[in-house]
């Protein structure tokens, strides 16, 4: 099967807007500087877009030095010069704690006033593997890379009143050629140098009914979803999936347009 890049998104700051790129560098962790920095609560919990809808309208960027943050809330943008030493604050994600670097109290005050939370920013440090396929991840909430076909979008907005953007799902890598749920049947992309590795269906949270431009919530996408996109999911009971989770076994760069190499799993 062969297919094409239509779309490339990184997400520097978790929960943050993402930033379309015209190329990616693919590093063990995904795209570079993925889901980097996170915010978190006085006890150490992420803040995400689940509890604080808003922060759909953050618009992050960062070049390895300086993360600037802009959201039309905002009366001046944060720009921060990355902290590589200080204080490390524990991260306590959905299902397993991790550490970062604290980034000091003008970041935490300027994400606070703008939220009305109280919170810090945090850089992440150390290593976080993922609980299966052997990858590492920094701050996403479980795989370093998402993977979602154009023509499931394609065949979900076929089925709803108002169509939604790809932005809901917040992937990193859209492809065009594999057809509807396409990456539901695929084992490994090769793309250039990179070499991905489908893992696991994602299940969706709340975030997709998120208006990625205004941080409004609604009912959809999942409520069409449950009608043909529920599968059990690990732990028990039931869920909505849309997209693959995949980790990277080689690395390099990525572009939009190139050709999309898939090959078929054995089993499904």
């Keep these: 099967m062969r297919a094409v890049v239509r779309e490339l998104n990184v997400y520097p700051l978790k929960s943050g807007g993402g930033t379309a790129l015209t190329s990616a560098e693919v590093t063990p962790t995904g795209i570079r500087h993925d889901r980097e920095f996170v915010l978190i609560r006085p006890d150490g919990a992420r803040l995400s877009q689940r509890e604080v809808a808003r922060m759909a309208r953050l618009r992050p960027s960062y070049d390895g030095q300086k993360l600037v943050v802009d959201s039309v809330d905002a009366v001046t943008p944060l720009v921060h010069e990355a902290f590589s030493d200080g204080p490390v604050r524990d991260v306590r994600l959905p299902a397993t704690t991790c550490q970062g670097i604290d980034q000091g109290d003008e970041a935490a005050d300027w994400?606070?006033?703008?939220?009305?939370?109280?919170?810090?920013?945090?850089?992440?440090?150390?290593r976080r593997e993922t609980s299966r396929g052997g990858g590492t991840v920094a701050f996403a909430d479980g795989y370093p890379l998402l993977v979602i076909s154009a023509e499931s979008l394609a065949d979900l907005n076929a089925r709803l009143d108002e169509p939604l953007p790809m932005n809901r799902f917040r992937p990193s890598l859209v492809v065009e050629g594999l057809g509807a749920f396409g990456e539901d049947r695929v084992e490994r992309l090769w793309i250039g140098p990179v070499e991905i590795e489908i893992v696991k269906p994602c299940d969706r949270c709340v975030i997709t009914t998120t208006d990625q431009e205004t941080g409004l919530r609604g009912r959809e996408p999942l409520r069409t979803l449950a009608t043909y996109r529920t599968m059990p999911k690990d732990g028990g009971g039931q869920a909505v999936f849309f997209g693959q989770n995949a980790i990277p076994r080689t690395f390099g760069t990525m572009r939009v347009g190139d050709t999309v190499r898939a090959s078929a799993r054995r089993t499904l």
């Excluded at 606070?112 to 440090?125: H, P, Y």
């Design 111 to 126: 994400f606070g006033a703008l939220l009305d939370v109280e919170c810090r920013l945090v850089r992440f440090t150390g």
